[in-house]
T-cell receptor, first 116, second 105 residues
Framework: GAVVSQHPSRVICKSGTSVKIECRSLDFQATTMFWYRQFPKKSLMLMATSNEGSKATYEQGVEKDKFLINHASLTLSTLTVTSAHPEDSSFYIC????????????FGPGTRLTVL | GIQVEQSPPDLILQEGANSTLRCNFSDSVNNLQWFHQNPWGQLINLFY???GTKQNGRLSATTVATERYSLLYISSSQTTDSGVYFC???????FGTGTSLTVIP
């Protein structure tokens, strides 16, 4: 149990376009989902926390108009990178938690975004 | 946010050796997890351990919440243990700096 999927696993896009990444909890209801960004050989940087049905809470320094997060249901959260530029190229990872009485976090496999 | 430091940053071991990885955090926490990131980037849950001690095979972990640290023990290391180990703490699960482990045959 406790499986989280992400789609797509890899995406290449042109500068100026928008890219949507989906994060789904497959076998549990995720009350909270997290979005992270990871640069090569670096740690994971928390971008935002989202709760189902409410606005995401962004970490300091993360542009909320650049990285749009929607948590429309208890099993789906989306991250949209708007007007992507080469500096947005990175590995984006989502995670979910929400099993009643237990806060263990489960991660998706990540999405590698390359902006040309 | 909470500051999370891991040590050592890099570790090279001979196969069969034991090791201890440390995670220090700057504030009291009610969530702490250890992960192993494989070469493809997937984070694999090792332990959810906000306090106490747990063991799973060759791995064990101890968290002393009052002293704000956690330890991950790897015994009889294997080449497949290679990768980066992270701890993550707090309600927002802030990640530590990571320990890159290389096990050589």
């Amino acid at each position: 149990g406790a499986v989280v999927s992400q789609h797509p696993s890899r995406v290449i896009c042109k500068s100026g376009t928008s890219v949507k990444i989906e994060c789904r909890s497959l076998d549990f209801q995720a009350t909270t989902m997290f979005w992270y960004r990871q640069f090569p050989k670096k740690s994971l940087m928390l971008m935002a926390t989202s709760n189902e049905g409410s606005k995401a809470t962004y970490e300091q320094g993360v542009e909320k108009d650049k990285f749009l997060i929607n948590h429309a249901s208890l099993t789906l959260s989306t991250l949209t990178v708007t007007s992507a530029h080469p500096e947005d190229s990175s590995f984006y990872i989502c995670s979910a938690t929400g099993m009643i009485g237990y806060n263990e976090q489960f991660f998706g496999p990540g999405t590698r975004l390359t902006v040309l | 946010g909470i500051q999370v430091e891991q040590s050592p940053p890099d570790l090279i071991l001979q196969e069969g050796a034991n090791s201890t990885l440390r995670c220090n955090f700057s504030d009291s926490v009610n969530n702490l997890q250890w992960f192993h990131q494989n070469p493809w980037g997937q984070l694999i849950n090792l332990f959810y351990i906000p306090s106490g001690t747990k063991q799973n095979g060759r791995l064990s972990a101890t968290t002393v919440a009052t002293e704000r640290y956690s330890l991950l023990y790897i015994s009889s290391s294997q080449t497949t243990d290679s990768g980066v180990y992270f701890c993550a703490v707090g309600n927002q699960f802030y990640f530590g700096t990571g320990t890159s482990l290389t096990v050589i045959p």
